[in-house]
Every structure is written in structure tokens, then in C-alpha cells.
């Protein structure tokens, strides 16, 4: 069986709408990124300046993550135009096609993306003892 890239192209397209209809309305209630001064200018009660710190804090966090995905989305996109869609980023072997199918957007191979997790949970691992 192999990848049938206008399916891919139109999940991939499908989820790029979703994603940019999800930003546009995280970006409309809050443009900017809010801090905790401009956050209690509104209501002076300090449970509800704090609901509401938590709120946009947690709306600016849901507008990282969709903006990150947007980007795989938009560069799986870009892979099908130059021809190197299902192929790893790193080592250039095929991906396989479950994992395609399970995540359209995937721009490594199992082993490479494990590689690459393992890397950052270390990295911030790392961090974390810094802190300490």
C-alpha cells in the first residue's frame, strides 16, 4: 500500500483550517499577552483577578501549542509539494504508513522522534536539577 498524498494533502489541509479558526479565536479574546498587572486592572475582587490570570494563562498556553501544530501542519504540507512527505527529516528512511495515517503531520520516524524526545526530557531534566 502506499501514501495516497491528495488524502494526506486534504486531512492535512482540513487540520490547517481547524488550527487557524482555533488561533483566530484565542487571538481575539486576548490580542496581546497578558500579565498579572493588567490582568487585575479589571475587577478588583482577588479571586476573580486571580480566575481570570488563570484563564488567560491557560489560553495563552492553548495558543503556543496550536501556532506549534500549525507549523508541522503547514511544513507536512510543504513536504508534499517537494516530494519528500513520508520520509524522515533526520535519517531519510520512509515513515511508516500507520503512522502517517495516526498523524498526518509526522516528520519523523518512530525511532527518530523517540530520539529526539529522549533528548529533550533530558535537556529538561537537566534544567530542573539547575534549578534545584
Known amino acids: ?9 486534504q ?3 482540513a487540520k490547517q483550517a481547524e488550527l487557524q479558526k482555533n488561533i483566530s479565536g484565542l487571538t481575539e479574546a486576548h490580542p496581546e499577552p497578558v500579565g498579572a498587572i493588567e490582568a487585575s486592572e479589571g475587577p478588583q ?5 486571580a480566575v481570570d490570570f488563570l484563564e488567560t494563562q491557560q489560553e495563552q ?12 501542519v503547514q511544513s507536512a504540507l510543504e513536504r ?7 520520509k524522515c527529516i533526520d535519517c531519510g ?10 498523524i498526518p503531520w509526522a516528520a519523523r520516524c518512530v525511532k527518530d522522534e523517540e530520539r529526539l524526545e529522549e533528548r529533550n526530557l533530558s535537556i529538561t531534566e537537566t534544567y530542573d536539577e539547575e534549578l534545584d
Do not use: F
Open 61 to 72: 498556553s492553548l495558543l503556543v501549542n496550536e501556532q506549534a501544530l500549525l507549523t508541522e
Open 1 to 9: 500500500m502506499t501514501i495516497d498524498l491528495s488524502l494526506m494533502r
Open 11 to 13: 486531512r492535512l489541509e
Open 45 to 49: 475582587d482577588t479571586e476573580e483577578v
Open 93 to 102: 528512511q520512509p515513515i511508516p504508513e500507520k503512522r502517517l495515517e495516526a
Open 80 to 86: 508534499i509539494e517537494n516530494g519528500t512527505y513520508g
